[in-house]
């Protein structure tokens, strides 16, 4: 009854074509990107904004890019932590060789380090598919891993070996370092993953998500009406890993503040593949879907017993948190293999109908 | 259908009531400390014991005294599983109740609560691990890592070899491997390893051992090959036992092995058997029950059934010991700054100065029942080091007994180090150099 | 620029060339640590070659058995007992997936299964540590672990212990899968459950053999692992190591997975002995990698892994 597009007549094919063609999507969307923007700077608390808001920003934007890369175009890529590695070691360098520049360049042109190391590893894909490719794009994350760990040049000699994020600050407002304010991160981390889900989404919607898709779904037969497999491939493993060096860059300077390898590991690559697959594959909904999942699913999951007034001693606790996630996983994909933007959609669509049955 | 509405629900629910726990802050007459522990997961084997020793401690005054000088203490276990994100979350969430310090337990942690310190006034307390720069004072006022950091470790253990030898002359030309964990905390004693080398003329060779070390059959035969004459282990997690195994099969003479702090523990030498007698450790504090705050440990606290989690018999152990010596330590910080600013429960700024002045005497360390068990300790401004030594254990199939008395490490040697990594840390972090002598 | 040259093409192999000893003990340590990675990857082999599924729970699994086999131990259990009841255990947990995983995801992608393997991955972590505690355990199941010298070259004990035992089981496997009926069924199920469910080949007895045998194979690569490294968590991680063998072998392949394995256990000792120092050492994890993708390169599906017939 609401949300019924009875009554709304397009006049122009960009109308037609719009990304939000119902007039009350355009409405809810954009009170909740507005809300986004200004409701938990002024309300949220530290604890949300640094351990709950801020990380999922930053996974979404990382699992924005693997989504195009997996989800899209078909390549199943676990090197996801290695090139988020890649745009956050490119980011410190950046950064401290030339401070003056606005950080928000820095972390575009980290994306660019990241993007053109995601094209060299990305080759072995012309020849090498599925699970195999998975274990290939491997080999970049233990390599990527190792290089960061064994050249002292990219922690700039530090005896440490961590990388720290300098104060940096952008309009006058401390973004980066120590005395940079949580809202103030969650406000950049934000504006930038705000502008990644749309170009994402005009991609996926132009030729060359079209040609991704049709790598994915069948790669031999879109070779043959001329889509290059070479050229595609080869793109989305780029614009994937531009999308995972700039996550990888805000891990650092948004949300951690300093980090060392360790924070890189397989284990990233992982979470940010179950982001991707929980929240919907080929969906950019999907991933910031997966992302919230991930993020919000433990931390609720550790609280839930002091909400209900039971405490528990901390080592059972942690272990029925990972019986009750792995279980979640798995009652999840049987309920709804497609993801939770499939969910979301079928959601939309009964809503369309609402309150009539059918 | 009706799975997905309750699918649907649960969603719902989960992202709104998740991170909605309100925490009830510290009575007036109590203090909090935030306890990030790692119970489960890869390094769990290590975490336990430090967990029980901690909680042990606490219990302890809290039972036979009262608290410390009448105000109880209060903690709360947080599983970090020694991951830095998880790390961060439970900082963030134990924030609200307002802790005076805390002590992280993995050097990724500290490195993400160092610059927040300052700003949230919390002591950052990473005792004997942690950025060894944060070891000068004048830069990094909120960070202590007394009794001692790696740098004088490796140094220390230098000494040790060189007291077995003969003397540090002795060294000149013998082999010295260093056997580490691919990680910076892993490298920290190289740098000083390798200066060390060159004033005393031994041949180092460094081998990598990659994260987790599960397998070390080549770094142990290159270790054959090389026949090293002392073998020295900066190792973590199951890096630890492999190495100790895989050192017994090819034959290593086991005396002649020192794993540095976290490299000595029983969880260490358990899996490798008989093969692992006579594998040394360093450390800095005495293993095993014999003193009398263990004793006061049975009778206040596992005799009435407040045990932290362990059992009687898991008492001893180096990581046991080293979770309540760190529970010691925090308390006589807290009870120097009550010197200061009275018997109640204090802010961050006033344990801050507690832990800056502290000077644990001979005499107190008698009172508390650790005489032998730990050295006296004084921290001043520039030295958050307290410049300790450390002591080495060996492992004789049951149970590690000291085999050495207090080894001093080169102080001239390492603290120039630890002043020229401050200035660089500490600018790194935009943070301007104190001047002790105006403060005093 | 010609140090480089010369040390990464001539000073290794004058090196292995000086002390040929010392080399066959590399290759040896390579060929034992290959052979305890194949024992890993043979679970993974079983049970992608049935039913189409990458096991990401595999490692975790053999965690689980060994974690299992521990706890009996230590509750005064004699050795053939323990390990008779941890079979028993890992059949009973076949059972479970199949009924609680496998069924409700039939014919379903496999990237689906595969999430569901995670997500089972992390419930058995849980589990597993919720029963049997974190803490190391050492596994003694009576195998000795003593070094002997035969000539000049170290051998160790336990690593020919663990060896023969590995290639009993190939054999047995192979034996299995290409002498019984069972076996047969087992290939057919893998190439198209639908075809093989129309014929009347029973899916839900068939995986859960499959998985029972996944599981046991797990139990034995967890006492050999576990024995020489005692029971702790870190053993769900080799899981990873044995990845660049199955990419070697085949993900399809029981042969395959030895091959694989003696490859890049064989591979990554010399690398890292000879070519590591080059670089600094620690190259081990990431070598064998780069060892498998250049296979990748001229044999994508893997040393005898089937040759994916594709679609147009």
């Not at chain 1, 949300?3 to 007549?9: K, P």
């Not at chain 2, 900082?91 to 700003?119: C, D, M």
């Not at chain 2, 925090?330 to 507690?354: C, D, F, P």
Request: proline content about 4%; some cysteine; aromatic content about 10%.
């Amino acid at each position: 009854m609401i949300y019924r597009e009875a009554g709304q007549f397009k006049t122009t094919y960009a109308s037609d074509q719009a990304v939000f063609p119902i007039a009350q999507d355009r409405v809810v969307v954009g009170l909740a990107v507005v809300a986004a923007f200004v409701a938990p700077p002024l309300l949220a608390d530290e604890y949300w904004l640094q351990a709950v808001l801020i990380p999922l920003l930053v996974y979404a934007l990382a699992a924005l890019g693997l989504n195009l890369l997996t989800g899209y175009a078909g390549q199943l890529s676990l090197g996801t932590g290695g090139f988020m590695a890649v745009g956050a070691y490119a980011a410190f360098k950046l950064t401290t060789a030339f401070p003056q520049l606005n950080i928000i360049l820095v972390f575009l042109l980290s994306g660019v380090v990241a993007a053109a190391v995601g094209l060299v590893f990305g080759v072995p894909s012309l020849r090498i598919k599925g699970f195999y490719l998975a274990v290939a794009t491997l080999a970049a994350q233990f390599f990527l891993i190792w290089l960061f760990n064994k050249v002292p040049w990219f922690v700039n000699y530090a005896a440490s070996g961590t990388i720290t994020a300098p104060p940096r600050s952008v309009f006058g407002v401390m973004v980066a370092g120590p005395t940079a304010t949580s809202q103030a991160r969650y406000v950049t981390a934000l504006a930038l993953v705000a502008v990644g889900a749309i170009v994402a989404k005009n991609l996926v919607r132009g030729r060359v998500g079209r040609s991704w898709m049709a790598i994915r779904d069948r790669d031999i037969a879109a070779e043959i009406i001329g889509v290059r497999p070479l050229r595609t491939k080869l793109l989305a493993f780029g614009i994937s890993s531009f999308y995972c060096g700039v996550a990888g860059a805000e891990l650092v300077f948004l949300y951690l503040g300093s980090a060392e390898t360790l924070a890189f590991d397989i284990s990233l690559s992982f979470l940010v593949l179950f982001m991707v697959i929980i929240g919907g594959l080929g969906s950019i909904l999907g991933s910031f879907l997966g992302a919230a999942f991930i993020v919000l699913v433990p931390i609720f999951l550790t609280n839930a017993p002091h909400l209900v007034g039971l405490v528990l001693p901390v080592a059972l606790q942690k272990e029925m948190e990972l019986m009750v996630f792995g279980g979640l996983i798995i009652f999840f994909l049987i309920v709804e293999p497609n993801g939770l933007a499939r969910l979301w959609q079928i959601t939309k669509e009964k809503l369309r109908l609402w309150p009539f049955p059918h | 259908m009706r799975s997905r509405t309750v699918l649907i629900g649960m969603l719902a629910a989960a992202l709104v009531a998740g991170p909605l726990l309100a925490a009830a802050a510290a009575q007036p007459k109590e203090m909090f400390i935030p306890l990030l522990v790692y119970r489960t997961g890869a390094y769990a084997p290590s975490g336990i014991p430090i967990a029980n020793g901690f909680v042990d401690y606490f219990t302890l005054l809290n039972e036979r005294d009262g608290g410390i000088n009448g105000v109880r203490v209060v903690w709360e276990e947080c599983e970090t599983q020694y991951d830095t994100k998880q790390g961060v979350e439970c900082y963030e969430r134990l924030k609200s109740k307002n802790p005076v310090l805390v002590n992280p337990y993995s050097t990724g942690i500290t490195y993400q609560l160092i610059p927040k310190a300052s700003v949230d006034k919390v002591v950052v307390f990473s005792m004997g691990y942690g950025n060894t720069a944060a070891a000068d004072g004048r830069w990094f006022p909120w960070v202590f890592s007394f009794p001692t950091t790696y740098w004088s470790q490796a140094s220390a253990v230098i000494r040790y070899i060189g007291q077995q030898e003969g003397g540090l002359d002795k060294l000149k030309g013998k082999k010295i491997v260093h056997v580490f964990h691919n990680s910076p905390y892993g490298k920290e004693a190289n740098t000083t390893l390798e200066t060390l080398a060159r004033q005393l003329g031994f041949e180092l060779t460094l081998l990598a051992v990659d994260h987790p070390g599960q397998e070390q059959k080549s770094t142990w035969l290159q270790v054959r090959r090389i026949n090293p004459d002392w073998v020295f282990m900066s190792g973590w997690g199951v890096m630890n036992q492999v190495a100790v195994k895989e050192a017994a099969a090819i034959g290593l003479k086991m005396d002649h092995f020192i794993g540095n702090w976290w490299s000595a523990n029983d969880s260490d030498v358990v899996p490798a058997g008989d093969g692992a007698k006579g594998y040394k450790g360093a450390t800095f504090h005495a293993p095993g029950t014999a003193f009398k705050v263990h004793q006061d440990i049975v009778k206040f606290v596992y005799d009435k059934g407040k045990g932290g989690g362990g059992k009687k018999e898991d008492m001893g152990t180096p990581l046991y010991n080293r979770g309540v010596v760190n529970a010691m330590l925090s308390a006589e910080a807290i009870r120097t700054a009550m010197t200061k600013y009275g018997n109640k429960a204090l802010t961050g700024e006033q344990v801050r100065w507690g832990f800056e002045n502290l000077n644990l005497t001979e005499p107190r360390l008698d009172q508390l029942g650790m005489k032998g068990f730990m050295h006296p300790i004084k921290v001043t401004c520039e030295d958050h080091e307290g410049n300790g030594p450390i002591l080495v254990q060996q492992w004789d199939g049951k149970r590690w007994t000291l085999v050495s008395d207090w080894i001093a490490p080169m102080r001239e040697v390492v603290r120039p180090k630890i002043e020229a990594a401050a200035i660089e840390e500490g600018k790194k972090l935009g943070y301007t150099e104190r001047d002790c002598a105006k403060e005093k | 620029m010609s140090e480089i040259v010369y040390g990464v093409l001539v000073a290794p192999f004058r090196d292995m060339a000086g002390s040929p000893g010392f080399l066959a003990e590399v290759v040896i340590g390579g060929v034992f640590a290959g052979l305890l990675y194949s024992l890993v990857a043979l679970g993974f082999v079983l049970i992608f070659k049935a039913s189409g599924v990458f096991n990401f729970a595999q490692g975790v699994m053999v965690l689980f058995a060994a974690l299992t086999l521990v706890g009996l131990l230590e509750r005064g259990l004699p050795v053939v007992v323990a390990l008779a009841l941890t079979a028993a255990v890992m059949v009973a947990l076949a059972f479970a997936i199949e009924r609680i995983v496998l069924r409700p995801l039939v014919n379903q992608e496999h990237i689906i299964l595969f999430m569901a393997t995670i997500g089972l991955n992390f419930f058995l972590e849980g589990f597993g540590e919720m029963l049997w505690g974190a803490n190391v355990k050492k596994l003694d199941v009576g195998i000795p672990d003593r070094s002997f010298m035969m000539g000049s070259i170290q051998v160790n004990q336990l690593e020919l212990f663990a060896a023969l035992t590995a290639a009993v089981l190939v054999a047995v496997l192979a034996v299995f899968f290409h002498g019984t009926r069972i076996g047969r069924a087992l290939r057919a199920v893998a190439d198209d459950h639908e075809a093989a469910l129309s014929i009347g080949i029973p899916l839900k007895t068939i995986w859960v053999i499959v998985w029972s045998v996944a599981g046991i194979v797990a139990m034995v690569a967890g006492i050999m692992w576990g024995a020489k490294s005692g029971v702790q968590f870190s053993l769900s991680l080799i899981a990873l190591k044995s990845l660049p063998v199955l990419i070697l072998g085949g993900f399809t392949s029981v042969p395959g997975a030895i091959v694989g394995g003696l490859i890049v256990g064989v591979g990554e000792k010399l690398g890292e002995v000879y070519w590591g120092p080059l670089v600094g050492g620690a190259i081990e994890n990431w070598f064998a990698y780069v060892v498998a993708l250049a296979f990748l390169l001229f044999r994508p599906q893997g040393l005898f892994g089937e040759k994916i017939i594709e679609r147009v």
